[in-house]
């Protein structure tokens, strides 16, 4: 299977500065990955997919980049409500592995 | 609005067996694939197991492969997952997902997900 790693593990970030996690792949899976947040007690929500499609009702502070076996998400300005974990996930073949994820907290 | 909805979990034995279900509304249910996704307390998100629209191809994860099945009943827009042979590291919230994108292209991208049932298992 591919394996999804993340980095950091967390992201210290101070409101309104710029996040920028990472997340590489074991072997191509060429623009098939998308990107979830998910926030304490809460379902993961689709952020970002196809590494740079955002999602409907996200907004255009989060971007995705990258292609092939590294990839980046961009959070421009963080506001309080994008504190959360974020994962990876690629679904370019059959399993379709999430990362081990990136905890971006206040600072 | 797109609704999913599980239940089924319960504490059980090790070497015991659950059934899941996930009652999905709010789009047309046969027109796309279905996933089982788990969080183990405090940790990340694994893919179990997927199953197409049609209910005739299903994938699973190595770690539960020959353990668990899943299936769906497009009459009535539920999906389940048969979980046997439990394991304590079966210990997880499991979530139903709905693939963004219907028919079979691109099943593992998940869009909507349910609020999850908690799976114990224990002695």
């Known amino acids: 299977e591919i394996v999804m790693t993340q980095s950091p593990a967390t992201l210290s970030v101070s409101p309104g500065e710029r996040a920028t996690l990472s997340c590489r792949a074991s072997?191509?899976?060429?623009?098939?990955l998308a990107w979830y947040q998910q926030k304490p007690g809460q379902t993961p929500r689709l952020i970002i997919f196809?590494?740079?499609t955002r999602a409907t009702g996200i907004p255009a502070r989060f971007s995705g980049s990258g292609s092939g076996t590294e990839f980046t998400l961009t959070i421009s300005s963080l506001q309080s409500e994008d504190f959360a974990v974020y994962y990876c996930q690629h679904y370019y073949v059959w399993p379709p592995t999430f990362g081990q994820g990136t905890q971006v907290e206040i600072k | 609005e797109v609704q999913l909805l599980e239940s089924g979990g319960a504490l059980e034995q090790p070497g015991g067996s659950l059934r899941l279900s996930c009652v999905a509304s709010?789009?047309?249910?046969?027109?796309?694939?279905l996933s089982w996704v788990r969080q183990a307390p405090g940790k990340g998100l694994e893919w179990v197991s997927a199953?197409?629209?049609?209910?005739?191809?299903?994938f699973y994860a190595e770690s539960v492969r020959g353990r668990f099945t899943i299936s769906r009943d497009n009459s009535k827009n539920t999906l389940f997952l048969q979980m046997s042979s439990l394991r304590a590291e079966d210990t997880a919230v499991y979530y139903c997902?709905?693939?963004?994108?219907?028919?079979?292209?691109?099943?593992?991208?998940?869009?909507?997900w349910g609020q999850g049932t908690l799976v114990t298992v224990s002695s």
């Open positions: 072997q191509t899976v060429k623009s098939e």
């Open positions: 196809d590494a740079f």
């Open positions: 997902a709905k693939s963004k994108v219907p028919g079979a292209t691109k099943r593992g991208l998940l869009d909507s």
């Open positions: 199953v197409s629209d049609n209910g005739v191809a299903t």
């Open positions: 709010g789009f047309s249910f046969s027109s796309y694939a």
